[in-house]
């Protein structure tokens, strides 16, 4: 009985993933199939998952009418500012936090949580208040801050459960050698912390290429706008889309996440399931 629940229960399983996995897949080969598609396959009564004609105007007429390299190259610069300094905070943070026991970890561990729970929406007003004040509207600089920002719980939670997972007596041992601490962190902690700040790198990386709501709100100027914000000028006066350069562009602006989670996946499941284990 136990070994027929236990095959059913992993048939199960298999079934959650599959449907999971469609549920992802389906909306992006529908985007694929549309960037494809010329426009009067677009306005079919019975449209067909492979294009019939495929074309490449849809690209051609993306580049045409927006600046979308430009748009790419401010996101890119915006989101790996921001992992990159999201990364250098959260590590040193992360380790006091898991291997201190005090005010200052409790503190950082109630901000962590709490700062989960606030919507875009209630922070924009006073955000933009402050960036006002500090002269960072409508610039990267100030966007890279408030991805930055909104990046640093997830990476603190990651990387303090990934140092949890690491053995102290391995920091003992360098403490006897006569480390100090940042010896010790840097020498010791941060290379065995690799798979973990490559994931938490990772995710900050594409959360701030994909924001919209911020960049919509901090960036005033059409030269400095991101690739979220850029996709919305292919929506006319009425809200009618350009169907096609709009597909096209949108499944342009997906590849680099795509690429980035092929290139380094094992590293990221590697880091997700350290950074989930207490020891």
Not at 159 to 185: C, F, K, M, Q, W
Request: glycine share 6%; charged share 10%; hydrophobic share 60%.
């Amino acid at each position: 009985m136990s070994l027929r629940t236990s095959g059913s229960a992993r048939a199960g399983q298999y079934l959650a993933l599959l449907c999971y996995l469609v549920f992802l897949a389906v909306p992006f080969l529908w985007l694929l199939s549309t960037a494809f598609k010329p426009a009067r396959e677009l306005g079919s009564l019975h449209p067909t998952w492979i294009p019939r004609q495929p074309t490449l105007d849809n690209f051609r007429q993306a580049f045409d009418e927006q600046p979308l390299l430009r748009a790419a190259g401010n996101s890119l610069t915006a989101a790996l500012a921001a992992a990159l300094i999201a990364v250098l905070i959260a590590t040193p943070m992360a380790y006091v936090m898991a291997r201190r026991r005090g005010r200052l970890a409790a503190a950082a561990t109630g901000w962590v949580v709490i700062s989960q729970a606030f919507p875009f929406v209630l922070v924009i007003i006073p955000l933009f208040l402050v960036l006002k004040n500090l002269h960072l509207i409508n610039s990267l600089a100030g966007l890279v801050a408030v991805y930055v920002v909104w990046a640093l719980p997830f990476a603190l939670w990651m990387l303090s459960g990934y140092v949890r997972a690491l053995p102290a007596e391995l920091e003992e041992a360098a403490a006897v050698d006569g480390a100090g601490r940042i010896r010790t962190l840097v020498s010791v902690t941060a290379p065995l912390l690799a798979p973990g700040i490559v994931a938490t790198a990772l995710f900050a990386f594409i959360t701030a290429w994909n924001e919209f709501f911020f960049a919509l709100v901090l960036l005033k100027s059409p030269e400095k706008q991101t690739l979220p914000v850029v996709l919305t000028h292919f929506l006319g006066a009425e809200g009618v889309a350009d169907l096609g350069p709009l597909a096209a562009a949108a499944f342009l602006a997906t590849l680099p996440s795509l690429l980035v989670f092929a290139l380094i996946q094992r590293r990221i499941t590697g880091g997700m399931l350290a950074g989930a284990v207490k020891s």
